[in-house]
């Protein structure tokens, strides 16, 4: 099994959409998504940005996605202890979330104050893996521990499946967090993935019956390059390099 995770193009959060820059990646995008064989189904996040970036991808494809109501972006907020920003629940500073052993471990950054400050973010967590998985079991794969079980004698095109993502920096890295099994503490802190990148995972099955997931491309952006659009700085806090 594929899964493609794609964020939405430079977004627009007041309204809610895309800037200028953000409809000529999702453009540029869609030139890239239009040759992509094999997709089995299409989801995409109810907030307006992935939609309007999806569009461009639908209508060369001829395809149409499903909305799936939690693949909303992961905007369940906090207090910033240093700088008393409420907003997001990452972009602590590092000399405040580095200095906690448990942000570093897979279960322990639960248990740190700064998440447990707003009581909606671990019901929201957990709620997210819920759904992924109840995604990837209709799919023939059953979360087992920290990694994947599949019948493919009761689904036998399972490992032919490929499904497209369209939603947001967060939201991606919570996945990728129960995906591979790493905190999302380090991820939401450590990883950038920019405005209409593509993120590829797949699962690795050398044992019959299990599966891995084992990411392929991190944030890709080789359709901005091809078409000469500089990579968005949205969300990041230096400059972007375009490979």
Same mark, same amino acid.
């Given at each position: 099994?594929?899964?493609?995770?794609?964020?939405?193009?430079?977004?627009?959060?007041? #309204?809610?959409?895309?800037?200028? &820059?953000?409809?000529?990646? @999702?453009?540029?995008?869609?030139?890239? $998504?239009?040759?992509? &064989?094999?997709?089995?189904?299409? /989801?995409?996040?109810?907030?307006?940005? @992935?939609? #309007?970036?999806?569009?461009?991808?639908?209508?060369?494809?001829?395809? =149409? @996605?499903?909305?799936?109501?939690?693949?909303?972006? /992961?905007?369940?907020?906090?207090?910033?202890?240093?700088?008393?920003?409420?907003?997001?629940?990452?972009?602590?500073?590092?000399?405040?979330?580095?200095?906690?052993?448990?942000?570093?471990?897979?279960?322990?950054?639960?248990?740190?104050?700064?998440?447990?400050?707003?009581?909606?973010?671990?019901?929201? *967590?957990?709620?997210?893996?819920?759904?992924?998985? #109840?995604?990837?079991?209709?799919?023939?794969?059953?979360? *087992?521990?920290?990694?994947? #079980?599949?019948?493919?004698?009761?689904?036998?095109?399972?490992?032919?499946?490929?499904?497209?993502? /369209?939603?947001?920096?967060?939201?991606?890295?919570?996945?990728?967090?129960?995906?591979?099994?790493?905190?999302? @503490?380090?991820?939401?802190?450590?990883?950038?993935?920019?405005?209409?990148?593509?993120?590829?995972?797949?699962? =690795? =099955?050398?044992?019959?019956?299990?599966?891995?997931?084992?990411?392929?491309?991190?944030?890709?952006?080789?359709?901005?390059?091809?078409?000469?659009?500089?990579?968005?700085?949205?969300?990041?806090? $230096?400059?972007?390099?375009?490979?």
């Amino acid at each position: 099994m594929r899964m493609i995770l794609i964020r939405h193009g430079d977004p627009d959060y007041q #309204k809610d959409g895309l800037t200028e &820059k953000g409809i000529r990646e @999702a453009q540029l995008l869609s030139e890239r $998504t239009v040759h992509w &064989k094999g997709i089995t189904d299409i /989801f995409c996040s109810p907030y307006g940005r @992935a939609q #309007k970036t999806a569009a461009y991808t639908l209508e060369q494809m001829g395809r =149409e @996605a499903v909305t799936l109501p939690w693949l909303h972006e /992961f905007d369940h907020f906090i207090n910033d202890p240093v700088t008393g920003r409420h907003g997001v629940p990452w972009d602590l500073m590092p000399a405040y979330w580095t200095e906690i052993p448990e942000m570093y471990d897979k279960k322990g950054w639960r248990e740190t104050e700064v998440y447990r400050s707003n009581p909606s973010i671990l019901p929201a *967590y957990d709620e997210v893996c819920e759904n992924l998985d #109840k995604l990837l079991s209709s799919y023939g794969y059953k979360r *087992y521990h920290n990694y994947y #079980k599949t019948d493919h004698a009761e689904l036998p095109a399972a490992q032919d499946t490929t499904i497209v993502c /369209f939603c947001h920096l967060g939201i991606i890295l919570v996945m990728l967090s129960h995906l591979l099994s790493i905190s999302p @503490a380090v991820l939401l802190h450590s990883f950038y993935i920019a405005p209409t990148s593509v993120t590829v995972l797949a699962t =690795e =099955e050398r044992v019959p019956g299990i599966a891995s997931f084992r990411a392929q491309v991190l944030g890709d952006t080789s359709h901005l390059r091809a078409g000469n659009e500089p990579v968005s700085a949205s969300g990041y806090f $230096t400059d972007t390099f375009s490979l």
